[in-house]
């Protein structure tokens, strides 16, 4: 499977790369851009390098009531307001562009995963054109897919929070255990009833089917598969967490080449040198996620559903054309 993956991510690298350049590392470049430079004309940054110190001056007090410290108090809830102030164009700016961001990328996305779950050799064009195809369809799948993973979460702390509560009942130790356990298996089962469903965008795509007949047939054809699914899921996490850790130090010996010492993070203060290099890092690591990463993710997920929905033999399962 691995071997499949490779070669149709090799045989369509520079047109996953260019679909993902266009519609989603070009966005982002432009969305960091433009909070970076709404920022800096209403000066965000000093604001806010003003807010820490005064914070850093009322945690000095050691008590309440001289003169000095209500002069304090005072300049420390002045400059939180001028800081709420000057972060409410950056959040406006923020969420409308941000939200313009999100559909471009998820077009990029719905074009890739459409073009390459359909042809062995894909084309811009084609692309662009099942991009258009599926764009809602797929939008919709995917927010079901959220929705449910909120569902998930939502229940996972609920679940964990009366573990917790029982476990107290046991002592300390048995309580820790009780709760580290259930922490454990409740994750554990949310991850594998996620990647259960986790291969409904190819079903839908490749079968051209419905938001809900698709979630079916990945809950279908991943019967028996769970934990395999489940594996996936990890071994890709492994490999991303890998390939983070090595940008992330290429980027480390990248800032001491820039000579940024601690002293740039003095008091919690940022410096115009750290938050251009904290922009440029993130542009750096979107640029690898978007070209080389969500692509391989995507040829190997598409290989593993083209894999597994074919016919069982096994005497009881259903038949799939």
Same mark, same amino acid.
């Given at each position: 499977?691995?071997?499949?993956?490779?070669?149709?991510?090799?045989?369509?690298?520079?047109?996953?790369?260019?679909?993902? !350049?266009?519609?989603?590392?070009?966005?982002? $470049?432009?969305?960091?851009?433009?909070?970076?430079?709404?920022?800096?004309?209403?000066?965000?940054?000093?604001?806010?390098?003003?807010?820490?110190?005064?914070? $850093?001056?009322?945690?000095?007090?050691?008590?309440?009531?001289?003169?000095?410290?209500?002069?304090?108090?005072?300049?420390?809830?002045?400059? $939180?307001?001028?800081?709420?102030?000057?972060?409410?164009?950056?959040?406006?700016?923020?969420?409308?562009?941000?939200?313009?961001?999100? !559909?471009?990328?998820?077009?990029?996305?719905?074009?890739?995963?459409?073009?390459?779950?359909?042809?062995?050799?894909?084309?811009?064009?084609?692309?662009?054109?099942?991009?258009? *195809?599926?764009?809602?369809?797929? /939008?919709?799948?995917?927010?079901?897919?959220?929705?449910?993973?909120?569902?998930?979460?939502?229940?996972?702390?609920?679940?964990?929070?009366?573990?917790?509560?029982?476990?107290?009942?046991?002592?300390?130790?048995?309580?820790?255990?009780?709760?580290?356990?259930? !922490?454990?298996?409740?994750?554990?089962?949310?991850?594998?009833?996620?990647?259960?469903?986790?291969?409904?965008?190819?079903?839908?795509?490749? *079968?051209?089917?419905?938001?809900?007949?698709?979630?079916?047939?990945?809950?279908?054809?991943?019967?028996?598969?769970?934990?395999?699914?489940?594996?996936?899921?990890?071994?890709?996490?492994?490999?991303?967490?890998?390939?983070?850790?090595?940008?992330?130090?290429?980027?480390?010996?990248?800032?001491?080449?820039?000579?940024?010492?601690?002293?740039?993070? *003095?008091?919690?203060?940022?410096?115009?040198?750290?938050?251009?290099?904290?922009?440029?890092?993130?542009?750096?690591?979107?640029?690898?996620?978007?070209?080389?990463?969500?692509?391989?993710?995507?040829?190997?997920?598409?290989?593993?559903?083209?894999?597994?929905?074919?016919?069982?033999?096994?005497?009881?399962?259903? /038949? !799939?054309?």
């Amino acid at each position: 499977m691995f071997n499949q993956t490779w070669r149709a991510y090799r045989a369509n690298a520079a047109v996953s790369a260019k679909i993902m !350049f266009i519609y989603y590392f070009i966005p982002f $470049a432009l969305f960091m851009s433009l909070i970076l430079f709404v920022s800096y004309w209403i000066g965000l940054l000093p604001v806010f390098n003003d807010f820490s110190t005064s914070l $850093a001056n009322v945690s000095n007090i050691d008590e309440l009531g001289l003169p000095a410290d209500a002069v304090r108090i005072a300049q420390a809830q002045s400059v $939180a307001q001028r800081l709420l102030i000057s972060a409410i164009p950056v959040f406006i700016v923020g969420v409308f562009f941000g939200l313009a961001f999100l !559909f471009i990328s998820f077009f990029g996305l719905a074009a890739l995963i459409g073009c390459a779950s359909r042809v062995s050799v894909i084309s811009y064009s084609n692309a662009v054109k099942v991009g258009k *195809e599926i764009y809602w369809s797929l /939008m919709g799948c995917f927010a079901l897919l959220m929705l449910m993973a909120f569902a998930l979460e939502a229940s996972l702390f609920i679940f964990i929070f009366l573990s917790a509560v029982i476990g107290s009942l046991f002592g300390s130790i048995g309580g820790i255990l009780f709760f580290l356990g259930s !922490f454990v298996i409740g994750g554990l089962a949310c991850l594998a009833f996620f990647g259960r469903l986790m291969l409904a965008p190819y079903a839908l795509v490749i *079968e051209r089917s419905g938001v809900m007949v698709s979630l079916k047939k990945s809950w279908t054809i991943t019967r028996g598969r769970t934990w395999v699914i489940f594996g996936f899921i990890v071994l890709m996490m492994i490999l991303l967490i890998i390939c983070m850790l090595i940008l992330m130090l290429v980027l480390y010996i990248l800032s001491l080449s820039l000579a940024l010492s601690s002293s740039d993070f *003095e008091m919690g203060m940022i410096s115009e040198r750290v938050l251009v290099f904290e922009v440029v890092s993130q542009t750096v690591i979107q640029l690898v996620l978007a070209l080389f990463i969500t692509p391989f993710v995507v040829y190997f997920f598409k290989q593993v559903y083209l894999s597994w929905d074919k016919p069982r033999d096994t005497k009881g399962k259903r /038949m !799939f054309k």
